[in-house]
């Protein structure tokens, strides 16, 4: 799929005026404005190509969202990436009526007027995260769109997945043409070792993670793995379908080239 510059622009501006739309409403509104927020993320095809790799980050509020009696102490995470896809999955969770913002800024912030509660954690919580993913789509609109009479999906890509550590310890950045080639030692311990450790799988289950490991360390062990093996692999990985599972993944093969069939398959 591609866009042109003119939907690209569109979009993002109409998006930008989503979230100040946000910022500026009141008890009345903001949810209405959450939830246009929210639309814009699922029926634009632009901001949809765009959010879908927050939206599938493994985020899980209960590590955030920390109980200590009648409070809740607000555990962010320090990575930009997790803290747009927390923001994302409070908005998605609240268009949906699945979560009350009234009740968890309550808890958050203990203010006895309800508005007052909300308006902190928009103006403490989400604003920051929704600036920072602006700018993100501003620096786009100037590295990828402008002057371009057409721009393929895969170049909307504004997540940062970080570096992946070499074996040598250098530092190797994601991209889509990276092509280094890294020895990768007992992947399918590492994983099958973190999926343990993590209780997200049933025994019963750890089979099917098993096997999709060992394929994994089979063909990154080749000196050209397949693209089309490895994209196949990442999308075995999203099916499985538990929290947290896609990130195991992530984290625990240091090669570049998985890295990039995981923000293939997540953008596709």
């Known amino acids: 799929m591609e866009f042109s510059e003119k939907e690209v622009k569109r979009s993002v501006r109409n998006f930008e005026s989503a979230v100040q739309d946000i910022v500026q409403a009141g008890y009345k509104t903001y949810r209405s404005r959450i939830k246009t927020l929210m639309g814009l993320c699922k029926d634009d095809p632009v901001i949809n190509s765009i959010v879908t790799p ?37 908005f998605k969770q609240v268009a949906e009526s699945e979560l009350s913002l ?31 993913l602006n700018h993100r789509l501003n620096d786009l609109i100037e590295d990828q769109v402008d ?13 940062n ?16 043409d990276i092509h280094q080639s890294i020895q990768n ?7 099958l070792k973190k999926v343990r450790e993590s209780n997200l799988v049933p025994e019963e289950s750890i089979d099917v993670v098993e096997e999709v490991a060992t394929e994994l360390e089979q063909e990154l062990s080749q000196s050209k793995p397949s693209e089309s093996k490895l994209k196949e692999l990442a999308r075995k990985v999203y099916d499985i379908g538990e929290q947290g599972i896609l990130k195991i993944f992530r984290n625990a093969v240091d090669d570049p ?6 923000l293939d398959m997540i953008l596709q």
């Open 54 to 90: 927050f939206f599938s980050m493994p985020i899980e509020l209960e590590r955030i969202h920390v109980k200590d009696f009648d409070w809740i102490i607000l555990n962010l995470p320090s990575n930009l990436d997790e803290q747009i896809a927390y923001v994302l999955t409070v």
């Open 147 to 159: 002057g371009k009479k057409e721009i393929p999906r895969a170049d909307l890509n504004i997540i």
């Open 185 to 191: 030692k007992s992947i399918k311990e590492e994983i």
């Open 102 to 132: 009234e009740d968890l800024s309550f808890e958050i912030f203990q203010e006895h007027n309800v508005q007052a509660n909300i308006q902190r954690y928009i103006s403490q919580v989400a604003f920051p995260c929704l600036r920072e």
């Open 257 to 262: 080239r998985w890295g990039q069939a995981l």
């Open 161 to 176: 997945y970080g570096t992946l550590n070499a074996e040598r310890g250098a530092n190797i950045a994601i991209g889509k």
